[in-house]
């Protein structure tokens, strides 16, 4: 099994910018989608954005649409979240998952079956 870890959350201010990283302790190259969740203090947790490793495909929620990007490291083991433009909103707990197999519940939780131990972001002047 893949042990997924998160870094590079931290405080920053609205506006500001954030790239948040996903490291496999193997690769991830095989997995059919890596994925990008948070849950914000009080809330569910939600799908924010995933890529599928076949291809490159990105895909987003519409609350991160055009503000956010998903991208895979050369390394192949690597996927990176650069968030832009960040709101108080986007508050929350970040959780890096992979799909192991292939999913068609790709903004779903329930389609992810390796999930890192997430890293904190907090939007706040």
């Known amino acids: 099994q893949v042990q997924l870890v998160e870094s590079g959350g931290g405080l920053v201010q609205p506006g500001g910018s954030l790239r948040l990283s996903c490291v496999a302790s193997?690769?991830?190259?095989?997995?059919?989608?890596i994925g990008w969740f948070r849950q914000g203090p009080g809330k569910e947790r939600e799908w924010v954005s995933c890529?599928?490793?076949?291809?490159?495909?990105?895909y987003y929620a519409d609350s991160v649409k055009g503000r956010f990007t998903i991208s895979r490291g050369n390394a192949k083991n690597t996927v990176f979240l650069q968030m832009n433009g960040l709101k108080s909103e986007d508050t929350g707990v970040y959780y890096c998952a992979a799909a192991s197999k292939p999913t068609t519940v790709y903004r779903m939780a329930e389609g992810y079956d390796e999930w890192g131990q997430g890293t904190q972001v907090t939007v706040s002047s």
């Open positions: 890529i599928k490793s076949s291809d490159g495909s990105t």
């Open positions: 193997g690769f991830t190259f095989d997995r059919d989608y």
